[in-house]
């Protein structure tokens, strides 16, 4: 069936350092590839995301990649900062017009940016 | 604050127990999903509807069923809970109908079966 697999699931950076999160699908007709970030006692929140048929997207200081030929995708975080910790989960979704929608998510990292 | 309401916030209930779950959508977005977290299953997906109608289905028990009212707030009922139902339940929303995916979740309800 359709997974995501991300990796790691603890990733420890000091403050300024860069931090990359890995994920692998196995759907090939994913589409849609959205990053969650959720701190503690929140929902998660969309903070980047990419379609199929662009390789990269950067928003300051996050970039997301994606290689579908590899069904890879990765999160990287440059100069890194404290309020980034929080947990990061990757996702995968198989879009289709008239509304049918299912994203399946990785099961998250958690990143501890140490001051 | 991303607009989507979930109540209540916490529920205590005991095992062979029926709960509903209720979600507010973005004023505007037309689909709701529902997802269940726990610790050792992360961000499960178990059903989408959009306008009313059931639209995508993941992993949702049979004892789980769901629904989108004509108003568009949606309702999760779980019914003859277990212990391992215990987890925060999350509503999403997103404008839907294929125009825009991105998905805005509440802060999620957080079930504890006893």
């Known amino acids: 069936g359709e997974n995501v697999e991300q990796h790691p699931s603890t990733l420890s950076v000091q403050e300024g350092d860069s931090a990359v999160i890995k994920c692998t699908y196995s759907d090939s007709a994913s589409n849609y590839f959205p990053w969650y970030k959720q701190e503690l006692g929140k929902g998660p929140q969309l903070i980047i995301d990419?379609?199929?048929?662009?390789g990269e997207k950067k928003d300051q200081r996050i970039a997301v990649t994606l290689n579908k030929t590899a069904k890879h995708f990765s999160l990287h975080i440059t100069e890194t900062q404290p309020e980034d910790s929080a947990v990061y989960f990757c996702?995968?979704?198989?879009?289709?017009?008239?509304?049918?929608?299912?994203?399946?998510f990785g099961a998250g990292t958690r990143l501890f940016v140490k001051a | 604050d991303s607009g989507v309401t979930q109540t209540p916030k916490h529920l205590i209930t005991a095992t062979g127990q029926r709960v509903t779950l209720r979600c507010s959508p973005r004023s505007g977005d037309l689909s709701v999903y529902w997802y269940q977290q726990s610790l050792d299953q992360g961000l499960q997906f178990l059903i989408q509807?959009?306008?009313?109608?059931?639209?995508a289905k993941g992993n949702i028990l049979e004892r789980f069923s769901a629904q989108q009212f004509p108003d568009l707030h949606s309702e999760l009922n779980l019914s003859s809970l277990e212990l391992g139902d215990s987890a925060l339940y999350f509503c999403?929303?997103?404008?839907?109908?294929?125009?825009?995916?991105?998905?805005?979740f509440g802060s999620g309800t957080q079930l504890s079966v006893l």
């Open positions: 509807y959009y306008n009313g109608e059931e639209r």
């Open positions: 990419i379609r199929s048929n662009v």
């Open positions: 996702a995968a979704s198989d879009f289709k017009y008239g509304g049918g929608f299912k994203t399946i």
């Open positions: 999403a929303s997103s404008v839907g109908g294929g125009t825009n995916e991105k998905l805005f």
